[in-house]
């Protein structure tokens, strides 16, 4: 018989695939950007998906400059909130803490997630400066209060990076904004890539098939279709971590990367559907569009980050001409 050449079925790019540590996504890397200190990463909620007429700003696209209908995802972004500062040092062991400095009010929903001490002095620019520090950091945390569409009242707590500037000018930037909320607006504007970083949708333990895609066995198979053709190779005298096995699907922290936004708004009212978005409802704070799709269901966290691997073109404001409010309830 020839050899059969052909890709094998199922990437081994992730693994293990267990379910994530946290329904929070850890973002780990962050680029180093231009001009003046900002924030580096936000957090919203998934609400839904739509679709929107708007002016290809691809200049190499058949469809360049002509009304095309794309697919969107909107997110409702809630103002976040400044819960303290971390400064870090790196050194030959790793980068380690070299100052925390908390707000000493913040909200009692705070209590939910984590215990938070009585007695927090009010932080000094003094208690800042004169430090050896590499990197600054903003504790901040969600506002899922503000969102009918989400059950909950605890608020997720998040480190975000502050770029851009100067140390010094980072360190300021970080008092500033200590303890008040800060709008999506202020991390990027329409028009700008992001990537985006969520926990994908649970499927639970799965087989073979739907996990890694392998082919079903011939029908006349003795026992089963769906089961694996071989286990490996006599020797090494065990089952192999390659070999395509039952076990977990979904629920993995996943970053999709360079993710146009399309839109920035305050009223949400304006792009909710007829009825509300499915298993959501109604956006009642500013939100987001996304082009194309996110990983993770509805009401699901969502975290943004300055893009680590930029492409695509520039674009100022993209040029958006309709947005469908159609029922999503059926007819």
């Known amino acids: 018989m020839p050899r059969i050449r052909r890709p094998r079925r199922g990437s081994m790019a992730y693994y293990p695939r267990k379910r994530a540590r946290s329904e929070i996504p850890h973002i780990r890397s962050w680029p180093e950007i231009d001009g003046g200190p900002k924030i580096q990463g936000f957090a919203g909620y998934k609400a839904g998906m739509t679709h929107v007429f708007v002016v290809d700003y691809r200049p190499t696209s058949t469809t360049s400059g002509k009304e095309v209908m794309v697919p969107v995802t909107v997110v409702e972004t809630p103002p976040m909130k400044v819960l303290g500062i971390r400064l870090y040092k790196d050194t030959p062991y790793g980068r380690k803490v070299v100052k925390e400095v908390w707000h000493p009010k913040p909200d009692r929903e705070i209590a939910r997630r984590i215990p938070y001490p009585k007695n927090v002095s009010k932080p000094k620019v003094k208690d800042l400066k004169g430090l050896e520090v590499d990197d600054v950091r903003l504790i901040m945390y969600t506002q899922p209060y503000l969102v009918t569409g989400v059950p909950k009242k605890a608020p997720e707590i998040m480190e975000i990076r502050v770029g851009g500037g100067t140390v010094e000018e980072r360190i300021d930037y970080a008092l500033s904004k200590l303890g008040k909320e800060i709008p999506f607006e202020e991390f990027q504007k329409a028009g700008a890539m992001v990537d985006v970083i969520a926990v994908t949708k649970g499927k639970g333990y799965e087989g073979r098939v739907k996990r890694f895609g392998v082919k079903l066995l011939s029908h006349k198979n003795s026992k089963h279709r769906r089961m694996i053709g071989t286990q490996g190779p006599w020797h090494p005298n065990w089952i192999m971590h390659t070999v395509p096995s039952s076990g977990q ?22 792009i909710t559907p007829r009825g509300g978005f499915l298993h959501y409802g109604v956006v009642r704070n500013s939100y987001v569009i996304i082009h194309g799709t996110i990983p993770g269901p509805v009401k699901r966290l969502i975290r ?13 404001v993209p040029q958006i001409t309709y947005i469908s409010t159609a029922s999503k309830q059926g007819t």
């Not at 943004?304 to 520039?314: K, M, S, T, Y």
């Open 304 to 316: 943004f980050r300055d893009p680590i691997r930029r492409r695509g073109v520039e674009v100022e």
């Open 249 to 270: 699907m979904g629920y993995h922290q996943r970053t999709e990367f360079n993710k146009r936004v399309l839109k920035v708004g305050d009223n949400g009212r304006e």
